[in-house]
């Protein structure tokens, strides 16, 4: 092993990078999908201001391939200030004849050509046959290629083929151009070990690279997709806060911020802007992020306690405290006196709030937090420890 767990602002098991353990080499990039797939949410609706606000601020947190959605009234508007702002992500747009001549007019070069994979979509949706289906998405493949596009053969429902199905797809793909190819667990229905599996299976079968597309329904998305990093996916497709259709996606924040501490590799985010992005796209959006999402959630750094990290912290090891630093991604630690709280946390607080009290003063106050907290069934606002500690005799420091 080597020293690869420790950072300026982390410290992770070391374990992570034992010989036995898979960690990957190869450089890795994230594909965004908040305004493709995230605007397919049942709850979403972005105006053309609004995607491009979006659309900036990715390419400031550095996000170099944004996707967008291309179904949804405004996106021909959203495409022509897109280039005309000359942003530096290059922009994916789903290949559809008919509707992306204009897209390419533009000056768009990168297409998402779909091939829907299971056998179930296509008897009981499309109600046409795989050969059918299959060469038809080969034919635009063709087309793309020549037209000078970068092309990327998407697959919805592939976790639902059989290996041959798979095989033959991509293969086939490979042959009429593709530059590379997308496994799409659409339903969330596979285990991050069964995409790590599927994932090898496609870097023996091809010598395009391999992307990764996870829905959440389990909470599993960032799982599956950092197990296919591993297996040897280069390209993983992350969205902001997870927004998605259904249950949502892998979210950037919590992909980019384990890329970095547990893998020790690099995808070119800036973290400490993350929190700040998030807040754009949860405004325009309307859609909170959820309390205990990791990274930007609410409750991501509040802490009841503080003997231990106070310990830490005394020793130089303040890092180990977290699994990351909240400074890392721009937070800062936050904490509050509830029903579990310790005597150390009680202290801090005063001492945040400009207060002192005695030994006695602090273990009464300690104790009537505690219990009040308890009686009310959440923490104490600091008006409200305020309250108590002035009601046992803290002062505020002279």
């Known amino acids: 092993m080597d020293g690869r767990w420790t950072g300026p602002h982390w410290s992770v098991s070391p374990h992570n990078f034992a ?25 979403v609706a972005l105006g053309a201001e609004d995607k491009l606000a979006i659309a900036e601020a ?10 967008l959605f291309l179904t949804v009234p405004g996106w ?3 495409v022509r200030q897109y280039m005309a702002r000359r942003l530096p992500a290059a922009l994916y747009v789903t290949w559809r004849p008919g509707r992306i001549e204009p897209a390419l007019d533009l000056g768009v070069r990168h297409v998402m050509v779909w091939f829907r994979a299971s056998d179930e979509y296509q008897r009981a949706v499309l109600k046409r046959d795989r050969t059918e289906l299959l060469d038809e998405a080969l034919v635009s493949v063709a087309q793309a290629k020549s037209a000078g596009l970068h092309v990327n053969f998407f697959m919805p429902e592939s976790t639902r083929t059989t290996l041959e199905q798979l095989r033959n797809a991509v293969q086939a793909a490979e042959r009429a151009g593709a530059d590379a190819v997308t496994l799409v667990d659409s339903l969330s229905i596979a285990r991050p070990a069964a995409i790590a599996y599927l994932v090898r299976k496609l870097t023996e079968w091809i010598h395009v690279p391999v992307e990764v597309h996870c829905h959440n329904d389990f909470g599993l998305a960032t799982a599956s997709v950092l197990a296919a990093y591993e297996a040897g996916a280069s390209v993983i497709h992350t969205a902001v806060n997870g927004l998605g259709y259904r249950a949502g996606n892998s979210s950037l924040d919590e992909v980019a911020v384990s890329l970095r ?11 400490d802007r993350l929190p700040w992005l998030a807040d754009l796209v949860q405004r325009l959006t309307g859609l909170a992020n959820g309390y205990f999402k990791p990274v930007v959630g609410a409750g991501a750094f509040r802490y009841e306690q503080w003997g231990a990290m106070s310990a830490l912290e005394r020793s130089g090891m303040r890092q180990v405290a977290f699994p990351f ?15 579990w709280s310790d005597l150390a946390a009680v202290e801090r607080k005063l001492q945040e709030l400009g207060m002192s009290a005695s030994a006695d003063q602090l273990q009464a106050i300690y104790q009537r937090a505690v219990t009040t907290a308890l009686a009310r069934r959440r923490p104490l606002g600091d008006d409200e420890f305020l309250d108590v500690a002035s009601a046992e005799g803290a002062a505020f420091a002279k």
């Open 76 to 78: 021909l508007e959203v």
């Open 261 to 271: 501490t547990l893998y020790g590799a690099d995808p070119g985010i800036a973290l």
């Open 58 to 67: 990715l390419c400031a947190v550095g996000l170099r391939r944004i996707e």
């Open 19 to 43: 010989s036995e353990v898979a960690t990957p080499s190869h450089p890795v990039m994230l594909h965004d999908i908040t305004l493709r797939d995230g605007e397919e949410c049942a709850d």
């Open 325 to 339: 630093e909240p400074e890392m991604v721009g937070r800062g630690m936050r904490l509050v006196i509830g029903k």
